[in-house]
């Protein structure tokens, strides 16, 4: 019967569309963990400035380009040890050294970048060196950053913090610095980015033989990536590939468990019959009263938040649920078929009735449910991590969708934080959904023709 | 219970006679167990969640630990105590805590209290919430439930009965006519029900609130409230649109799917077909031949709706901001008040029995195959 259901999937569209989905999706998790194995993939999400640092601030999924007429930057990043980067030391006196670095690049993007950042690595014994950093427009003027020792290993300059620049360049409060530097004219009332080469040369004096000095620059854009990067400049392609193995892993896992074991129960309380079939069936009574959502919240406050301990609850709190009831009443029918009866006759023992005759039975009726349960469990898991209960170290999308919550994402008009996560949960949704409806109609003959 | 639905086993009159009881008997017999039953199953259910919300007492430790920083900081501040020798203001200081753990009940153990608290429960003497109050102020959890009640009924009654009708006459419709675009349309567009209505409440308000700037994002009334109750009117009618819209997406394409689908089975009956064949007119056919097997169904159905209005949804009225009972139950879960999420409990487990009892009753009356305490039925 399961040989000739599954020849007759091909007949239905909508159950191979979802199957098609689902198999890629299948794909895409395999890949992402060949590619970012799990501990890569804690490091990555879990990471600081160290991990992000170079990459720009909520900055959308490049692909919104495609889309726009004034196009978006980039970032662009350089090193002081890149081969395009012209650097220069030479000794004018005793105990002075001058060291220029200089980091050309082209802009050539209809908006202004994010921000701009020089990062300072030096060593030194004693006198730490000092650094002027100069920005050189494609006018020909000349900008003086800022001035600074390197008195730590590392240090960065932000021209967003550099505040003495909005003076400097005459604007308000509420205008960006770092628009004032890249705009055709700063004082117009609509500033309009000026193209071209831009050179950022980096003025080092040295004042010991042993002292070195390198540097990094890097010109925030406000695109990144094929998904984008979140408030913490993590980029989202990692939250987004992991969460597909996540969301099957989960929902696969609650829903085989719940359906195995509560029609395994059912199983057992029909054949056993008298009080075994009265307890369960007063369980799953008192199991209608409670609330699950609110006790699977309090177990992630007071408990443990892992995704573990999250399913394990699940399953617990489902499986007494109303799909017993339907199976009791499919196994009520199966016990009293003849085969039943002449099993009992050769003298097979309770447990192989249960497991081998009267479970396989109903497999096939219990196939459609199981499908279309992954869907429920996996948005389930999105719904505890919307309330804030998601895993603590796992990135899942309901993980990224409650980030894009709690940061604003709406209000900020960051639509692709909440859209790229809602939409991967709702294509996974409905291609178990589509998969399993067909399985219904396939499996319940009554349903086959309408 | 529900599976009453179910077509319990014909009973034949000889069985019947083999009873010997009268039928009040046996109906009255019936009424009172299932009654017994029912009472005993709430009883376990809110005892199990008064059991979960302390954490099998757990939330008493916690409590304990309030009680010391809080009797800490009092003394800390009072002069004359500061003034005392070191063992004397340990003594003072262990006295206060004592008489602060007797006034929460903690000299008593978690397991006697338990049962206190569900002798109270059960007598919907619900008690004070420890930390939440009523916008009012009070700190009754009987006043904090009936002023966040109203906005969940309204909501959820409102989407609720909206989907249950729609979907209920657009299905009646494409049972009808079978085959027609329309029909395949909601077959085809069902799979979208899979997600739950706070996730399109995420969409639309991407779309409506977020990008377009026409609807508010959530809450159930402007800030401040209008003055006129016509604007009032029209400003919560403004912050419905969205969520019900989001309730009607989620549960509209299944509800029409699984009604259309159940209907269709129904007028596949022989006796829908005999009745085609005499002649009727489809209308007496669908009244007297489709809809009446079915009301059991569609009673069961419509009731269980009804409680899930009670209940709100945790999630949908956090994302909405909406204050009814939903949220007010997830901010209970956070700051441990059990007395909430007791009481909460306790009048949804009442409210879902009492909606059994009653749909056995209404069942016996409206489906004459269903034999009230006979030898057979067996639950």
């Known amino acids: ?145 800022g001035d600074l020792s390197v008195r730590g290993q590392r240090q960065v300059f932000l021209v967003s913090q550099a505040d003495r620049l909005r003076q400097k360049l005459q604007l308000d409060y509420n205008q960006e610095i770092i628009a004032g530097l890249f705009a055709k004219d700063p004082a117009a009332e609509e500033m309009e980015v000026l193209k071209g080469t831009y050179k950022v040369r980096v003025e080092g004096t040295l004042f010991e033989d042993e002292s070195t000095l390198s540097s ?172 804030g209960l998601g895993d603590p170290s796992l990135p899942t999308w309901g993980k990224v969708i409650d980030d894009a919550r709690v940061n604003g994402a709406l209000l900020q008009g960051h639509f692709y934080w909440m859209l790229e996560p809602s939409l991967a949960l709702m294509i996974t949704g409905v291609a178990f959904a589509m998969l399993g409806f067909s399985l219904d109609r396939i499996f319940n003959p009554r349903l086959r023709e309408l | 219970m529900a599976e009453q639905a179910i077509p319990a086993a014909p009973v034949t009159p000889e069985e019947r006679a083999q009873g010997g009881v009268p039928t009040w008997k046996r109906v009255l017999r019936y009424t009172v167990v299932r009654m017994v039953m029912l009472f005993f199953t709430v009883i376990v259910g809110v005892y199990l969640t008064i059991l979960i919300a302390n954490m099998g007492g757990q939330v008493d430790e916690i409590r304990r630990a309030f009680i010391r920083e809080m009797v800490g900081n009092m003394l800390a501040n009072n002069p004359t105590f500061r003034a005392l020798p070191p063992e004397e203001r340990q003594k003072r200081m262990e006295a206060e805590i004592l008489r602060w753990e007797k006034r929460y009940g903690l000299d008593q153990p978690f397991l006697v209290r338990s049962f206190r608290f569900l002798k109270d429960a059960m007598t919907l003497r619900l008690g004070r919430a420890e930390n939440m109050t009523s916008d009012s102020g009070s700190r009754r959890v009987r006043l904090i439930i009936l002023e966040r009640l109203p906005p969940t009924l309204f909501l959820f009654g409102t989407s609720a009965l909206m989907v249950f009708a729609l979907s209920l006459f657009i299905s009646l419709f494409l049972s009808r006519n079978y085959g027609h675009w ?66 009607v997406l989620s549960s509209l394409f299944i509800g029409v799917y699984s009604w259309r689908t159940f209907f269709l089975i129904y007028s596949s009956e022989d006796y829908v077909e005999i009745a085609k064949a005499k002649g009727l007119p489809s209308r007496t056919i669908e009244r007297r031949y489709i809809l009446r097997p079915t009301l059991p169904t569609i009673i069961t159905s419509f009731a269980l709706t009804l409680i899930g209005v009670w209940t709100g949804q945790i999630i949908f009225e956090t994302i909405f901001d909406w204050p009814g009972l939903g949220r007010t139950f997830y901010q209970a879960t956070l700051v441990y008040d059990t007395a909430v999420i007791v009481g909460i409990t306790v009048l949804y487990a009442y409210l879902l029995a009492i909606t059994v009892f009653l749909l056995d009753i209404i069942y016996a009356i409206v489906d004459p195959r269903v034999d009230v305490g006979g030898p057979r039925t067996s639950t």
């Not at chain 1, 799990?38 to 959308?60: S, T």
């Not at chain 1, 209809?110 to 920005?135: G, R």
Request: net charge neutral; proline share 7%.
């Open chain 1, 216 to 387: 990094k620059m890097v010109v925030y854009g406000k695109v990144y990536g094929w998904a984008g990067t979140d408030h913490l400049r993590r980029d989202l392609r990692i939250a987004l590939l992991w969460g597909a193995p996540i969301a099957l892993t989960f929902g696969l896992l609650a829903a085989l468990g719940t359906t195995l074991l509560s029609m395994t129960i059912a199983a057992i309380g029909v054949w056993f019959g008298g009080w075994v079939d009265g307890i369960i069936q007063r369980i799953t009574e008192v199991n209608m009263v409670l609330p699950v959502l609110p006790i699977l919240i309090m177990i992630g406050i007071s408990i443990s938040r892992s995704l573990a301990v999250m399913l394990l609850a699940i399953v617990a709190l489902s499986i007494f649920g109303a799909s017993i009831k339907t199976n009791r009443a499919i196994f009520l029918q199966v016990k009293s078929l003849p085969y039943i009866e002449a099993a009992r006759a050769y003298g097979a023992s309770d447990l192989r009735i249960v497991f081998l005759y009267m479970i396989p039975r109903i497999i096939p009726t219990v196939i459609p449910s199981l499908v279309l349960g992954i869907p429920s469990f996996v948005f389930l898991e999105a719904s505890l991590a919307v309330l």
């Open chain 1, 1 to 145: 019967m399961l040989r000739s259901a599954w020849g007759e999937i091909r007949y239905y569209p909508s159950a191979i569309l979802g199957l098609t989905v689902i198999l890629i999706f299948v794909a895409i998790s395999i890949y992402t963990i060949i590619t970012i194995p799990y501990p890569e993939a804690i490091r990555l999400w879990r990471g600081g400035e160290e991990v992000w640092g170079d990459n720009p601030r909520l900055a959308a999924p490049e692909w919104v380009n495609y889309f726009r007429q004034k196009k978006l930057p980039t970032t662009i990043k350089m090193l002081s040890t890149d081969p395009g980067v012209e650097r220069v030391k030479e000794q004018i006196d005793d105990n002075i050294w001058i060291e220029d670095t200089v980091y050309t690049f082209e802009y050539t993007a209809d908006d202004f970048p994010q921000d701009l950042a020089v990062t300072l690595l030096a060593t030194f014994e004693k006198k730490p060196p000092y650094v002027s950093i100069i920005l050189v427009r494609p006018d020909g003027q000349e900008i003086n950053l």
């Open chain 2, 182 to 247: 329309l029909d395949r349309m909601f077959v085809s567009l069902s799979p979208l029900s899979s997600a739950p209505g706070w996730f399109y409440g995420l969409f639309l308000i991407t779309i409506f609130a977020a990008w377009l700037k026409v609807l508010p994002f959530g809450g159930m009334i402007s800030t401040p409230p209008p003055e006129t109750p016509w604007e009032y009117t029209l400003s919560l009618l403004k912050h419905l649109i969205l969520p019900i819209s989001a309730q």
